[in-house]
């Protein structure tokens, strides 16, 4: 918890006991259903919660934005990103559903009026949203495929409506086919943990 008020001292008290009361709901519902490594648990604030709240560092959504997370496994993004802009929306989309009853659950406990859950493929999914974020779910190409269509065209955020995605590793080769309207970011500008030296961060105006 401390790494997350490191990068974002501003955070209300009641933005502070909902992130503080992640680490034994996942605790309790990852004992029940595994949608975090046994051995990464313990890494939840740091892998999870704060890699998710890089987003947060590329754009700050301002009030009444509509966000979906597509593939969002336990919540990621999603439900950091929730906590972090309450006044805006947010729709988490998987098609296991597991994976969606242990983030819905975690939504509930912590109190969250601006997230709902999707159990589908995005692909199924007609509304619309100015942006999409994603962790990892799949490919890049695979990624702009199934959620352009729910973009709208006119935007109210700093940049244009689109896609911003977390990754690891090598992505030039992801990134090519968009290098013209592609913007890549190194989580390691954000934060300083060693763990985030290789992660990186994609958005696409779409």
Not at 42 to 61: C, G, M, P
Request: net charge positive; with cysteine.
């Amino acid at each position: 918890m401390k790494t997350i008020l490191k990068y974002f001292p501003t955070l209300t008290q009641e933005q502070i006991a909902q992130f503080s009361a992640l680490d034994s709901l996942y605790r309790d519902w990852n004992s029940k259903i595994n949608v975090i490594s046994r051995k990464d648990i313990d890494n939840l604030y740091e892998h999870h919660v704060l890699h998710s709240l890089a987003i947060a560092k590329i754009l700050r959504f301002q009030p009444g934005t509509d966000v979906v997370d597509i593939g969002t496994g336990g919540g990621f993004p999603g439900i950091p990103l929730a906590i972090m802009f309450p006044e805006c929306s947010f729709t988490l989309v998987d098609s296991v559903g597991k994976k969606i009853k242990v983030a819905s659950e975690v939504a509930a406990s912590l109190g969250l009026k601006n997230v709902i859950f999707v159990y589908d493929r995005m692909e199924n999914v007609k509304q619309k949203f100015d942006f999409a974020v994603s962790r990892a779910a799949m490919s890049l190409d695979l990624l702009v495929k199934v959620c352009r269509k729910n973009i709208n065209k006119a935007g109210h955020n700093a940049l244009p409506n689109g896609l911003i995605c977390l990754k690891g590793g090598e992505l030039e080769t992801e990134v090519k086919a968009y290098s013209r309207i592609a913007t890549l970011y190194s989580v390691s500008e954000f934060f300083s943990e060693e763990y985030f030296q290789t992660k990186k961060a994609v958005y696409l105006p779409l």
